[in-house]
């Protein structure tokens, strides 16, 4: 689950770590109220979307010469006009894709004298079973672009969770973003604070960029937090933050069922149990040269009821032309997979070719069932001939 900035700044700060002073705001009229209570002369006007890269974003209803999603503001009048312009418009940045997102929420902080900007993150690296600090005395900017162009400008630091924050990693992140004296030892104390915050809300990951340093002091400009979902029901605080505006509809509706469900850009719609297996479907549509529209896996013990679900969220996707069914049936029975089929497709009126490839636990029965439906359900062998037959039948009808 993702936050808005404002909500992690607000959840930061609760663990001593310095923030700028900032109102969100959702309203014109509380945009200027918040600058109103804010020091001043300079205000900054952020757009708050689940998405990056808003600064440079263009926002649709706009001219092209518009500004962006963080825009400074030198008087409260400005700020005033930056949030008539922002709220209720549509910010395409380079992570939301060309569709963009509504802006509905706004944040309206304290301006900054910035000295210099630094870069630094937290995330699990399931490689090293720990927690990885990333941190980069290139901040401002994109860390895809600054570990393609100056890797040697990125510094990882592991933490096992067994020993947690040492004071040896605080050194290590103070060298790597190479600070001195007073910040040298603000930095240190920063990544203890950080580490502390991620261990206790359960996060997944934490980014702050730019991390500025400020008249002395390191303050954090911007920030980005998502949280380990299956560790939710630990924080209903943090869950009391989610903002379903930002989420898309049917990822919505799939969690109420318990389903991993994840649009995409395809038009061959994908249901299967187990992640492994979903991602080895997805390969092998795009091998065949189509793509998938969703990732959706239904878990290793669903109901007729969850697969009767999962397929109608497959099909309220206008993108969707086929649908490809793969389930190796464990704890998962081909049985039940076959009868929630047969009554998904019958309450939707199925319209769009179906292909099933199921193995495993009572796959006789679950051939037997989809057989006798009376629905036009085109049967495979095995992982490849399933693949090739969905291909064929959307390129049938494209």
Same mark, same amino acid.
Request: hydrophobic share 40%; aromatic share 6%.
């Given at each position: 689950m993702n936050i808005h900035e404002y909500q992690a700044k607000e959840l930061l700060a609760k663990f001593g770590i310095a923030i700028p002073k900032g109102i969100p705001a959702m309203t014109v009229a509380e945009a200027v109220e918040a600058a109103k209570q804010l020091p001043g002369p300079l205000y900054?006007?952020?757009?708050?979307?689940?998405?990056?890269?808003?600064?440079?974003?263009?926002?649709?209803?706009?001219?092209?010469?518009?500004?962006?999603?963080?825009?400074?503001?030198?008087?409260?009048?400005?700020?005033?006009?930056?949030?008539?312009?922002?709220?209720?418009?549509?910010?395409?940045?380079?992570?939301?894709?060309?569709?963009?997102?509504?802006?509905?929420?706004?944040?309206?902080?304290?301006?900054?004298?910035?000295?210099?900007?630094?870069?630094?993150?937290?995330?699990?690296d399931r490689a090293t079973g720990r927690i990885a600090m990333i941190a980069s005395t290139e901040g401002g900017m994109s860390i895809e672009d600054v570990a393609h162009e100056t890797p040697e400008k990125i510094t990882t630091i592991t933490i096992d969770p067994a020993e947690g924050f040492m004071p040896h990693h605080g050194r290590a992140l103070a060298f790597g973003l190479k600070l001195k004296g007073d910040l040298n030892k603000q930095a240190q104390v920063l990544g203890k604070q950080l580490?502390?915050?991620?261990?206790?809300?359960?996060?997944?990951?934490?980014?702050?960029?730019?991390?500025?340093?400020?008249?002395?002091?390191?303050?954090?400009?911007?920030?980005?937090?998502?949280?380990?979902?299956?560790?939710?029901?630990?924080?209903?605080?943090?869950? +009391? /933050?989610?903002? %379903?505006?930002?989420?898309?509809?049917?990822?919505?509706?799939? =969690?109420?069922? &318990? $389903?991993?469900?994840?649009?995409l850009d395809g038009n061959i719609g994908c249901m299967v149990n187990g992640a492994g297996l979903a991602m080895a479907t997805m390969d092998i549509i795009k091998l065949n040269g189509e793509f998938p529209a969703n990732f959706l896996d239904v878990g290793g013990g669903a109901s007729k009821e969850k697969v009767t679900a999962a397929f109608k969220i497959i099909l309220k996707d206008p993108a969707v032309k086929g649908i490809l069914v793969n389930?190796?049936?464990?704890?998962?029975?081909?049985?039940?997979?076959?009868?929630?089929?047969?009554?998904?497709?019958?309450?939707?009126?199925?319209?769009?070719?179906?292909?099933?490839?199921?193995?495993?636990?009572?796959? +006789? /029965?679950?051939? %037997?069932?989809?057989?006798?439906?009376?629905?036009?359900?085109? =049967?495979?062998? &095995? $992982?490849?001939d399933a693949a090739e037959k969905i291909v064929a039948e959307v390129r049938k009808i494209a």
């Open positions: 900054v006007v952020k757009a708050q979307i689940h998405a990056g890269g808003r600064g440079k974003g263009k926002f649709k209803e706009l001219a092209a010469d518009a500004k962006g999603g963080v825009r400074l503001a030198k008087t409260i009048a400005d700020v005033e006009a930056s949030a008539r312009e922002m709220l209720g418009n549509t910010l395409v940045t380079i992570q939301t894709g060309d569709h963009g997102k509504q802006v509905n929420r706004l944040y309206v902080t304290d301006g900054v004298d910035i000295g210099k900007e630094y870069y630094l993150s937290m995330l699990v580490y502390d915050a991620f261990v206790a809300l359960d996060c997944a990951m934490i980014e702050i960029n730019p991390l500025a340093e400020s008249d002395g002091k390191l303050l954090v400009l911007d920030t980005k937090m998502s949280f380990d979902s299956n560790a939710l029901y630990r924080h209903p605080d943090v869950m +009391e /933050l989610r903002d %379903e505006t930002e989420e898309d509809p049917a990822e919505i509706e799939a =969690s109420k069922y &318990d $389903l991993a469900y994840i649009k389930i190796f049936g464990g704890i998962m029975k081909c049985d039940i997979i076959a009868e929630g089929i047969v009554a998904a497709a019958k309450e939707v009126n199925l319209g769009v070719p179906l292909v099933v490839r199921l193995e495993g636990t009572n796959v +006789e /029965l679950g051939k %037997e069932i989809l057989n006798n439906s009376g629905l036009p359900i085109v =049967s495979a062998n &095995d $992982l490849g």
